[in-house]
């Protein structure tokens, strides 16, 4: 099965690809060496600079992580960064979020 993905995170993809690729260069290291120190193949790194989409999670964050990257993209979703996230927060979040049936 193909997963379909929209046109803004393709380009959000490619542009952290983008980053990722710059930021190595940035810090003089080789593609083979940052894939050895995050723990992952040449291939998986590749996957990543290009933005396929195709990577773990756990991978890109380990990449992230050798880069000096990965608390700025933790901390970047973090929710009380924000008005509305602080407001949610300080109002108490429920155990689970539903759709009311009359909304479908």
């Known amino acids: 099965m193909t997963k379909i993905v929209s046109v ?12 990722v690729n ?13 894939a050895r120190r995050a723990g992952v193949t040449r291939t998986t790194l590749r996957s990543i600079e290009r933005g396929d989409g195709t990577a ?7 990449v992230l992580s050798v880069l ?3 608390r700025g993209v933790v901390d970047a ?5 924000t008005e509305l996230g602080r407001l949610r927060l300080e109002q108490g979040l429920p155990k689970r979020v ?3 049936k009359d909304a479908l």
Do not use: Y
């Open 98 to 100: 539903r759709i009311p």
């Open 56 to 62: 773990r999670l756990d991978n890109v964050v380990s």
């Open 8 to 19: 803004s995170v393709q380009r959000e993809l490619r542009q952290l690809g983008v980053h």
């Open 22 to 34: 710059q930021m190595r260069k940035v810090l003089g290291m080789t593609a083979d060496l940052l």
């Open 77 to 81: 979703t973090d929710p009380m960064r």
């Open 68 to 70: 000096g990257c990965a």
